[in-house]
């Protein structure tokens, strides 16, 4: 009992063996209805990668143990003697039933409040490295509420320029409409420039300070590029923290083609890693 190793015990498999079946799958991403709880709309969620659940309706996840615990009731030493006697194969086969994934229209902001409380939120941003004083001192970072058709979430939410919000917890990754950058003000002449706002909230740890000395803006991602040209002939230079992929290397190119002084700082400070909060976890 003692030599499981609980991380490679697969989810999937043991929802299989209690003939429980996903209902739709996105990537390494399955949706179950939920088996600790009736519902007709799938909010329970197996990420392979990770290998560990999450009910979104009962806000409560883990890992393989937790899930047998739940699934019968039973405390964690039961369920690693209800591990150690069986063996959960991992399926060949998996089958979804067809059903369209809800949007970005679907989702509905419901509340922004403008600090984070949830533990669990919080727990999140720490096990990216990003330290209290950055999530208490960050004014576009809230802790988000919102629907999609009849099911409420919560999750960290960073707001754009324009209303709409970057979503992340530890189980999905989405945003709400409209689509935009997020400026946030500093020396109004040399300007500070992020592919993501898990990438800002890194420097502003890796730095130790939670308000930064020049403008800064968060792309929200490489589609947003657009808005940040028209806004660089304002600044005499640009500090670059993109990500060191192929999308992030084209817009490094765009800007430095752009503008006579631009300092690219992923290939100085982390051109090992494939962006700032990796390398800020991997130190």
Same mark, same amino acid.
């Given at each position: @009992?003692?030599?499981?190793?609980?991380?490679?015990?697969?989810?999937?498999?043991?929802?299989?063996?209690?003939?429980?079946?996903?209902?739709?799958?996105?990537?390494? &991403?399955?949706?179950?209805?939920?088996?600790?709880?009736?519902?007709?709309?799938?909010?329970?969620?197996?990420?392979?990668?990770?290998?560990?659940?999450?009910?979104?309706?009962?806000?409560?996840?883990?890992?393989?143990?937790?899930?047998?615990?739940?699934?019968?009731?039973?405390?964690? &030493?039961?369920?690693?003697?209800?591990?150690?006697?069986?063996?959960?194969?991992?399926?060949?086969?998996?089958?979804? &039933?067809?059903? &369209?994934?809800?949007?970005?229209?679907?989702?509905?902001?419901?509340?922004?409040?403008?600090?984070?409380?949830?533990?669990?939120?919080?727990?999140?941003?720490?096990?990216?490295?990003?330290?209290?004083?950055?999530?208490?001192?960050?004014?576009?970072?809230?802790?988000?509420?919102?629907?999609?058709?009849?099911?409420?979430?919560?999750?960290?939410?960073?707001?754009?320029?324009?209303?709409?919000?970057?979503?992340?917890?530890?189980?999905?990754?989405?945003?709400?409409?409209?689509?935009?950058?997020?400026?946030?003000?500093?020396?109004?002449?040399?300007?500070?420039?992020?592919?993501?706002?898990?990438?800002?909230?890194?420097?502003?740890?890796?730095?130790?300070?939670?308000?930064?000395?020049?403008?800064?803006?968060?792309?929200?991602?490489?589609?947003?590029?657009?808005?940040? @040209?028209?806004?660089?002939?304002?600044?005499?230079?640009?500090?670059?923290?993109?990500?060191?992929?192929?999308?992030?290397?084209?817009?490094?190119?765009?800007?430095?083609?752009?503008?006579?002084?631009?300092?690219?700082?992923?290939?100085?400070?982390?051109?090992?890693?494939?962006?700032?909060?990796?390398?800020?976890?991997?130190?």
């Amino acid at each position: @009992m003692n030599e499981i190793n609980i991380s490679q015990v697969d989810i999937l498999a043991i929802l299989s063996s209690y003939g429980i079946q996903p209902v739709k799958n996105r990537n390494h &991403k399955f949706w179950f209805n939920s088996p600790l709880r009736n519902e007709t709309k799938p909010s329970f969620i197996v990420d392979t990668e990770k290998n560990l659940w999450y009910d979104f309706g009962l806000g409560e996840g883990g890992n393989a143990i937790t899930l047998i615990c739940k699934l019968n009731n039973v405390s964690a &030493k039961e369920a690693f003697q209800i591990i150690s006697g069986k063996e959960f194969p991992k399926p060949r086969h998996i089958i979804c &039933k067809t059903e &369209k994934t809800p949007g970005n229209s679907a989702l509905k902001i419901i509340k922004a409040n403008s600090s984070i409380q949830r533990p669990a939120l919080i727990d999140y941003l720490n096990q990216r490295k990003i330290d209290d004083n950055a999530i208490r001192n960050c004014k576009p970072l809230k802790e988000l509420y919102y629907a999609i058709e009849d099911k409420r979430y919560y999750a960290i939410g960073f707001q754009n320029d324009r209303g709409g919000y970057e979503i992340r917890n530890s189980f999905w990754k989405g945003s709400s409409s409209p689509k935009s950058i997020t400026t946030v003000p500093g020396n109004p002449g040399i300007v500070n420039v992020f592919e993501g706002f898990m990438d800002y909230l890194s420097a502003l740890t890796f730095f130790k300070t939670a308000f930064p000395r020049h403008t800064s803006i968060i792309l929200n991602g490489t589609g947003q590029t657009k808005n940040l @040209m028209a806004l660089l002939p304002t600044f005499h230079k640009v500090h670059l923290y993109l990500d060191n992929d192929e999308a992030g290397k084209r817009v490094v190119a765009q800007i430095e083609d752009s503008h006579r002084c631009v300092i690219n700082h992923s290939e100085k400070l982390y051109p090992n890693h494939k962006d700032f909060n990796e390398f800020l976890c991997g130190k």
